[in-house]
């Protein structure tokens, strides 16, 4: 499917180097529910654009797409991607549909009933498990002593965590905040341990004092 979007608002610090083109999306993770349908934005790079694009679904029976619409259809992940038609630009949101309807500040085992927080998630986890962090602030007064995977939904906070036991994690996604100011880093990793981190934020500011600012 194709579809002419305009340019609407842009990233400054996504700047082209001798005119290329860059193209990002609104959300990189997304969680929804079964029946659920919500709009994912394309963002160009340079600016004052318009590019003819092609939206396309990896997985159709768990989340279709329709010029940036996309709605989910079946439990399961789905890469919702949108590519400058012409170039080799291309971007990805990964799509997670549940079957179950979850409160958006809770944490979740992917492949078990859903938990309401990181902690019970944690305890309930195995070594493998992936662990969603649904947006809102989150506090983890549990050491992480498991190899898990977090993931966090755009706008997803956690205010410190602490790696121990040889654990080793994947971290995404997450915007990671001091949740007290006697506690400055957001990510403390014993040795021994290790901490693979993709597209996660960290801002030294505690949550009182707006942990949005400085965290994009």
């Not at 340019?7 to 659920?36: H, I, N, P």
């Not at 340079?46 to 003819?52: D, G, I, L, Q």
């Not at 949101?93 to 500040?105: A, M, T």
Request: include cysteine.
């Amino acid at each position: 499917l194709c579809a002419l979007c305009a340019l609407s608002a842009c990233d400054d610090r996504l700047v082209g180097r001798d005119g290329e083109q860059y193209v990002r999306l609104s959300e990189s993770v997304k969680f929804m529910v079964t029946g659920e349908s919500a709009d994912l934005h394309a963002v160009f790079t340079p600016r004052s654009t318009a590019f003819e694009v092609e939206w396309e679904s990896d997985c159709a029976g768990v989340a279709r797409v329709d010029e940036g619409r996309v709605s989910a259809l079946a439990a399961g992940r789905a890469q919702i991607s949108v590519k400058i038609v012409g170039t080799a630009y291309k971007a990805v949101c990964e799509v997670i549909v549940s079957d179950i309807e979850v409160s958006e500040k809770y944490a979740g085992s992917e492949d078990a009933a859903r938990v309401d927080s990181l902690e019970k998630a944690l305890e309930n986890a195995k070594d493998g498990d992936s662990i969603l962090l649904f947006r809102g602030y989150h506090s983890c007064s549990r050491a992480v002593d498991k190899s898990v995977t977090i993931l966090g939904e755009q706008g997803a906070f956690l205010g410190g965590m602490k790696v121990t036991g040889g654990a080793r994690v994947n971290l995404e996604n997450i915007g990671f905040y001091a949740s007290s100011p006697e506690y400055s880093a957001g990510l403390a990793v014993e040795a021994g341990c290790g901490a693979r981190i993709k597209n996660c934020r960290f801002n030294y500011d505690v949550k009182e004092q707006d942990p949005e600012r400085g965290a994009g």
